[in-house]
Every structure is written in structure tokens, then in C-alpha cells.
């Protein structure tokens, strides 16, 4: 069965810090990782992709994907209340190309 | 520029009754389409997918059932549904294997 998994949350950062979200996979041979947001009773909306080990910057975003480890991360600097959401990690299978997702980890920016 | 709409946006149904949600979309072809349901706090649990007009795959046995009648079009369908289809769904589509899924605004679906 080939999984993705994240902490589940919630994560509570003050408003102005760090917040790091953080993913690990199963399928060895995956070559796509995106991050998505998703406000409650909303949809999810893709924020990031990332295709090569290393890191890549998008604003206020950072992810970072290490193969190696079967790690990818998310980081959002300067972090606003509006950030405040569930993040959805998901990694295409190797073997069909879909998407397997992670469960999410609810993310909470405090004033 | 690509778009996904899907409706209707909330639907309060009775047990036994039946289900059709649509989604379309516009702006490109052959799109490869998604039906998913969220359970509440819970995570996305794909239904079925559709590579091309008329192939259906669905990844998890329920009365639920979905049809591709147009190249842009993607339903959804029950003939009878139970309260555990209550949910949050949620169609998608991308363009090619490599990249990411664009999601419709979701139906909220309540089974009473």
C-alpha cells in the first residue's frame, strides 16, 4: 500500500514566525509533490509543486523535496492569520500517476 | 484560461433518493477527471476516474456510479443513496501525468 504521511495537527505558530509542514512517502519511484491548501469547507487549491530534490521558492513559500529521505516539506515565512488552513501533501504514484494523498495537517497562525 | 465548475453547490437529499452532480470544464481537452469525497475532517477518497470519453475507473465499490458522456463532462450518480454518502465531493481534473489536480468548488452533499 503506498502512503503519505503527515501529523495530523493541529500546528499552532505564532503570527510573523516559521511554520514547517512536513510529509514522508512510501513509493520510492515518485517524481511529483505538490502541496495543497485547503480552508475549511472549501476546496483544496494546489500552492506548490516540486519535482527535484532541493528547493524551491514561491513568495512566502518554500518547499523542499529530498528523494533520498522520501521527504518533502513545506515552509511559510512571515506566516499571517490568513495561512491559517489545512495542508494537503500529495505524491504521484509511480505506477498509475494518480495522486496519493495525505490526510493533512490543520495549521493554525495565532495573532 | 482553464476552468472547472461543478454543481449544485449544497443538496440536502432522503435516504433512497437518487444523485446526479455534474462538473465540466472548459478551456482545454482530454482532460483526465476525478470524483473524490471528503468526509468531514477526513481525507480525500478518490471515487472514480476518466482518462478519455466513456472509460470510467473506480477505485472503491458503493452505490455510487459516474459517467463520462463528453470530452469536458463528468457525473456523478446514485440511484439510491444511504446516509454514509453524506460528504464533502469534490470533482478535479488535470492535464497531463505530471502535474497536479484543479479542484471544482465541491458539492456539500447531506443525506437526511
Known amino acids: 500500500q503506498k502512503e503519505v504521511e503527515q501529523n495530523s495537527g493541529p500546528l499552532s505558530v505564532p503570527e510573523g514566525a516559521i511554520a514547517s509542514l512536513n510529509c514522508t512517502y512510501s513509493?520510492?519511484?515518485?517524481?511529483?509533490f505538490f502541496w495543497y491548501r485547503q480552508y475549511s469547507g472549501k476546496s483544496p487549491e494546489l500552492i506548490m509543486s516540486?519535482?527535484s530534490n532541493g528547493d524551491k521558492e514561491d513568495g512566502r513559500f518554500t518547499a523542499q523535496l529530498n528523494k533520498a529521505s522520501q521527504y518533502v516539506s513545506l515552509l511559510i515565512r512571515d506566516s499571517q492569520p490568513s495561512d491559517s488552513a489545512t495542508y494537503l501533501c500529495?505524491?504521484?504514484?509511480?505506477?498509475?500517476?494518480?495522486?496519493?494523498w495525505g490526510a493533512g495537517t490543520k495549521l493554525i497562525i495565532k495573532p | 484560461s482553464q476552468t472547472i465548475h461543478q454543481w449544485p453547490a449544497t443538496l440536502v437529499q432522503p435516504v433512497g433518493s437518487p444523485l446526479s452532480l455534474e462538473c465540466t470544464v472548459e478551456?482545454?481537452?482530454?482532460?483526465?477527471l476525478y470524483w473524490y469525497r471528503q468526509a468531514a475532517g477526513r481525507g480525500l477518497q478518490l471515487l472514480f476516474y476518466?482518462?478519455?470519453?466513456?472509460?470510467i475507473s473506480s477505485e472503491v465499490p458503493q452505490n455510487l456510479s459516474a459517467s463520462r458522456p463528453q470530452d469536458r463532462q463528468f457525473i456523478l450518480s446514485s440511484k439510491k443513496l444511504l446516509l454514509s454518502d453524506s460528504g464533502f465531493y469534490l470533482c478535479?481534473?488535470?492535464?497531463?501525468?505530471?502535474?497536479?489536480?484543479?479542484f471544482g468548488s465541491g458539492t456539500r452533499l447531506t443525506v437526511v
Open positions: 476518466s482518462v478519455g470519453i466513456g472509460q
Open positions: 513509493d520510492r519511484g515518485s517524481q511529483s
Open positions: 478551456g482545454t481537452s482530454n482532460p483526465n
Open positions: 478535479a481534473w488535470k492535464v497531463s501525468f505530471n502535474y497536479g489536480y484543479t
Open positions: 500529495a505524491v504521484t504514484s509511480n505506477s498509475n500517476y494518480q495522486l496519493i
Open positions: 516540486i519535482y
